[in-house]
């Protein structure tokens, strides 16, 4: 299995690029965010892996970053995502837009993505809104010490700032805002979600 590939790149084409590493010559299936991000020919590129292995076929996945592998590792399980449309709705939305727009429930956003029909844009928002919702509420900081901490996406984020304005630390609004996002589910309203955090801090 290849977890990661480093070599010069010789060709970059639409989806894909190769990359020579000592002699070998890997095609290598992008999405348009990553293949921004592949140094132009010829010149030393590192890229993550997913390798899809099939009778007929093995077919390598590279990634910029891990986040846009781990999305692209969970599209892949919803029932009419194959790795093809999983990487055209990377190129369409990059991982903190995903999130937005499956946690916020916006299946108007993903059905921009070609291929995306309205039957699978509801399906993407019930399968990975919650999930979705959790990991940007778990989005890490800038830095632990920054003064200005990388906020909360979407509803869990209008959350946080209420209940910070209620006198409640984010240290400790934070898990049950988090705890609240994963009960109600993703498409509950501001109101549910900060009602949900407040009955599990006054436990």
Known sequence: MIGRLTGLVEQIEEGRCLIDVRGVGYVVYCSARSLASVAAPPALSSLLIETQVREDAITLYGFVDSEERDWFNKLVTVQGVGPKLAMAVLSALAPDALVAALAGGDA???????GVGP???KRL???LGAFAAARGLAAPTRAASSANPAPMMGVGGEALSA???LGYRRAEAEPAIFAAVAEAGAGAGLDAIIREALRRLAR
């Open 108 to 114: 108007a956003a993903l059905r921009r993505v070609s």
């Open 119 to 121: 039957n699978l844009a």
């Open 163 to 165: 209940l910070v304005n």
């Open 125 to 127: 928002v019930t399968e």
